[in-house]
Each structure stands twice: as C-alpha cells, then as structure tokens.
C-alpha cells in the first residue's frame, strides 16, 4: 500500500520559514520523481518544484530563491525548505510521486501553510 504523510505545515508570519517533509511508503523511492504542489482557496493545484531520482531540481519562479526542495533515500522522504515566506504562499502544499518508468502517480493528503501576520 502506498502511503505519502506529508508534516510541517503551520501558521507562520509572513517573511518566516517553514519545512515541509513527505515520508513515502511502498513504494521504491529511488525509481520516483518527487514533486510538491500547491492549491490556494478557490485556485487549481500548481507545481511548487519536483526532484528527480538523480537530484536535478526544478522549481516554479514565484518560489525560485525562496524554496528549495531536496530528497532524503536513505530515509524515502522528501523535504521542502520554504523561506521570506508571502500571504500568496498560503495553500495546501501536496507531495506527488511520479514513477520514472511506469504510469504510476501518487499523492498524499497534504498539509496546510498559513501566512498571516
């Protein structure tokens, strides 16, 4: 059974900081690319960034110099450094795992980031 638990989303003040992390479970870890998305109230799920099986990252430009996504296999789990965190930054943040070689795509429930002061 696959299982993607994403932690540490919270209420924050904007220009703060926040880590995201995503624990994957059954699934091979290294054989997935490993995406976060977003979804503000009322506005489509977008990509935040995503991270190859081989490290190469990419990230949407309204976060480029802000968040940085990084992966852990050792530990199957994906991190999300979020930082001078903005009210627009206010979404549910989704972990999604991609699989390299077959159509297999997961995602876990997500966890909600709050910027207010």
């Known amino acids: 059974q696959v299982q993607l638990v994403e932690s540490g989303g919270d209420l924050v003040q904007p220009g703060g900081s926040l880590r995201l992390s995503c624990a994957a479970s059954g699934i091979i870890f290294n054989f997935y690319t490993m995406g976060w998305y977003r979804q503000a109230p009322g506005k489509q799920r977008e990509l935040v960034a995503f991270i190859t099986s081989d490290g190469s990252t990419k990230h949407a430009d309204s976060v480029k110099g802000r968040f940085t996504i990084s992966r852990d296999n050792a530990k199957n789990t994906v991190y999300l450094q979020t930082n001078s965190l903005k009210p627009e930054d206010t979404a549910v943040y989704y972990c999604?795992?991609?699989?390299?070689?077959?159509?297999?795509?997961?995602w876990g429930k997500g966890t909600l980031v709050t910027v207010s002061a």
């Open positions: 999604n795992a991609k699989a390299v070689y077959s159509q297999e795509n997961y």
